[in-house]
């Protein structure tokens, strides 16, 4: 059984729970520059820099990750967010992105192995598993950065693809079930992420599943790039993605019709882990773990949702109340839409039969 057989087996049985916040999360710890930089020498301030602390810190990492599986995740998601060779560059850390990479999986790989374990000798089966976290980048394919030059891009289509096929690589190397690309703003960037996904899985001469999440810029329901979620699933559906759902922008109240909008549309599982509620003035998370709870239980409630989690500002407070929430819930059966040709400009564009 692969692992796309049997993460589709557990999805079929119950709603499953991946994790929360990371950033939110390392905030907490309060940690000075000597903690970010360790010993390293790498000539730029390391401070902020969440993705190296699998190199210099990895007990914080790690402490996050336990307290997740706690909470009752069944997925972790992998501290990477910005371990791309783009994101680190701003840390001059760009010549340790495989080394990032490789450690997060093997430490989010050992606890989730190490939680599926303690299930075993109760005799309870029930797998655990991790997804390589992939972050937009600070770049956007779609989008000229300079107002005066409409056509200029600071990269191009395979530059970036290189730069995700890299990062891909080592989180498959350290252990990584699936490839996250999360928080798409931008079609084109989550194209390249897709396409290599795709080229590694032919390297390795496996499927490598891939699971996507598309983030929403305004409350019509569109990411940077201009796109409905209903045409970024036409753009995206042809990589048979594991999952598709959204995460983080807003809360769960401001997703709801756009989770409806993606429920019955797609034949793939849905995954959906928002804010905790929307900031406030001071860019702090306010809203309660059963308020978040309770949002995202409708959904669970109206089987909308395969796998629930949380973006900013969640803890593993909220993901306890999500998991308690939601148990003995009926996950969504995965739709089956009728045959259509079906493409993506900004808007989508069905066919008529």
């Known amino acids: 059984m692969t692992i796309r057989d049997t993460f589709n087996a557990e999805a079929a049985k119950r709603i499953l729970i991946t994790d929360g916040a990371f950033g939110t999360e390392i905030q907490n710890w309060k940690l000075s520059e000597a903690d970010y930089a360790g ?16 190199l210099t810190k990895p007990e914080v990492p790690e402490a996050i990750h336990r307290a997740y599986f706690e909470a ?3 997925i972790a998601e992998t501290n990477t967010f910005s371990a791309n060779r783009i994101s680190q560059a701003d840390y001059g850390a760009e010549g340790l992105v495989r080394e990032i990479n490789v450690e997060s999986a093997k430490l989010a790989r050992r606890i989730a192995d190490e939680y599926q374990a303690k299930d075993a000798e109760k005799g309870i089966l029930r797998p655990r598993f991790v997804a390589g976290a992939i972050g937009p980048t600070n770049k956007t394919l779609s989008l000229s950065p300079d107002v005066n030059d409409p056509g200029y891009r600071e990269i191009d289509f395979d530059y970036l693809k290189d730069v995700y096929r890299e990062q891909i690589d080592a989180l498959v190397e350290g252990g990584a079930d699936f490839v996250l690309i999360e928080t798409v703003f931008d079609t084109l960037n989550a194209k390249a992420g897709i396409m290599a996904a795709i080229e590694a899985g032919e390297a390795l001469g496996r ?12 409350l019509s329901g569109r990411n940077l790039s201009g796109h409905t979620v ?87 407070a909220h993901i306890k109340a999500i998991a308690d929430h939601v148990r003995g819930m009926t996950p969504r059966k995965v739709a089956v839409p009728p045959v259509r040709t079906r493409l993506a400009g900004l808007e989508p564009f069905t066919m008529a039969a």
């Open 72 to 74: 009752g995740a069944d």
């Open 230 to 316: 209903e045409a970024f699933w036409h753009a995206v559906r042809h990589a048979k993605p594991l999952t598709i759902g959204l995460n983080c922008s807003f809360g769960a109240e401001q997703l709801r019709p756009h989770v409806k909008t993606l429920s019955e549309l797609c034949d793939t599982l849905i995954m959906v882990y928002p804010n905790a509620g929307l900031p406030n003035e001071l860019g702090a998370y306010d809203e309660a773990p059963a308020t978040t709870a309770g949002l995202v239980g409708e959904w669970a409630f109206a089987g909308q949702v395969n796998v629930l989690g949380g973006c900013c500002g969640s803890t593993p």
């Open 39 to 54: 010993t390293l020498t790498l000539g730029h301030d390391q401070k902020g820099n969440n993705d190296i602390l699998a």
């Open 207 to 218: 499927d490598l599943p891939i699971m996507l999440s598309m983030t929403l810029t305004d």
